[in-house]
């Protein structure tokens, strides 16, 4: 039943495939309709349409078609408030999975009205609930969001543009489908270990990362090394509770950090590996300090800042997919 609507849909609405860069919305992509004011309406005129008849009353004749001509010039009005509209994808930022992603659209009006009360939103999510104004020559920009839930890219889904200025008798509706997209980021492990210990000394003879303060006991979580165990304290606890200690380390003043990820257990679910690397290239980039990147054929060379962070994350986002570049 949803597929056969959705072919009616596709057909009855001309439903295309994505539209690359600015598209002029042209009469002939804008559907309109009697609101139930508008058939409210109507049904008025035809009470008075009839009244006139029966009592043969002039007045009653030019007050129908008067307020008839008005509702036209309102249907004309109303898709008049829509059509000719230039539309044009925005900017998409990067998110992790579990957060909305944004997507920012434009509005241009070329023409010498101003238009009024058009609402946006995603055709998926019903309703829609922005609105924007467009001046005669001049442009309007829309945020509209949608939950991501896995990584990799999210394409914008299918907008709905809906109005029904100017007196509420008609609406008029058209369907967009941006070319458009945003990059989700596996999202940071909860509670991931600490950062690995593989990384290389500093010159100035400081211990590797996280080996410089011990911090104390805590739970052992995959990952953790096994040198790291704290053996002692385990032979205190029961042996039958199965239960292990690893020690944590804090500080680590060094001049480079590996983060690989076949490093990681195999064991693994693929999801929380890449959850685990994503929390690393986080905390790394917030202690300041530099790390190099390697996952499967890809490797980054040790740096550190904003340009260095965003290509492991894509690299994170794109991992087993077809576009990893």
């Keep these: 039943m949803a597929a056969a609507k959705r072919a009616r849909d596709r057909w009855l609405f001309q439903l295309g495939p994505r539209e690359p860069g600015e598209v002029l919305l042209v009469m002939r992509r804008v559907f309109i309709l009697p609101t139930r004011a508008g058939l409210a309406f109507c049904g008025l005129l035809l009470i008075m349409l009839i009244g006139a008849v029966n009592y043969n009353l002039g007045l009653g004749f030019a007050l129908t078609f008067f307020t008839g001509a008005c509702a036209v010039a309102d249907m004309v009005m109303t898709a008049r408030n829509l059509g000719l509209l230039r539309l044009a994808p925005g900017r998409a930022q990067p998110v992790f999975a579990g957060e909305e992603a944004q997507f920012e659209l434009h509005l241009h009006n070329p023409g010498r009205r101003d238009r009024y009360a058009v ?173 190099a990147f390697r996952l499967g054929r890809q490797h980054f060379p040790s740096a550190l800042g904003e340009a260095h962070r965003a290509a492991c994350l894509r690299a994170l986002a794109l991992y087993g997919s077809e576009e990893t570049a």
Aim: net charge negative; proline share 9%; aromatic share 10%.
């Design 119 to 291: 609402w946006l939103g995603f055709q998926e999510q019903g309703a829609p609930r922005h609105v924007a104004d467009v001046l005669a020559g001049a442009s309007a920009s829309v945020v509209l969001a949608t939950p991501s839930t896995r990584r990799g890219w999210l394409a914008a889904p299918r907008v709905r543009l809906f109005t029904r200025f100017p007196l509420g008798l008609f609406g008029a509706w058209s369907y967009w489908l941006p070319d458009l997209k945003v990059l989700v980021y596996p999202f940071p492990e909860h509670d991931a270990p600490p950062l690995p210990t593989s990384g290389a000394a500093s010159e100035d003879g400081h211990g590797q990362v996280g080996l410089d303060n011990f911090a104390g006991i805590r739970s052992y979580q995959p990952g953790d090394p096994m040198r790291h165990l704290a053996w002692r304290q385990i032979a205190r606890l029961d042996p039958a509770s199965g239960q292990l200690l690893t020690k944590h380390f804090e500080g680590g003043a060094v001049a480079e950090l590996s983060l690989d990820f076949d490093q990681l257990p195999p064991g693994l679910d693929l999801e929380l590996r890449l959850s685990r690397m994503t929390r690393w290239v986080l905390e790394a980039e917030q202690r300041a300090l530099p790390y």
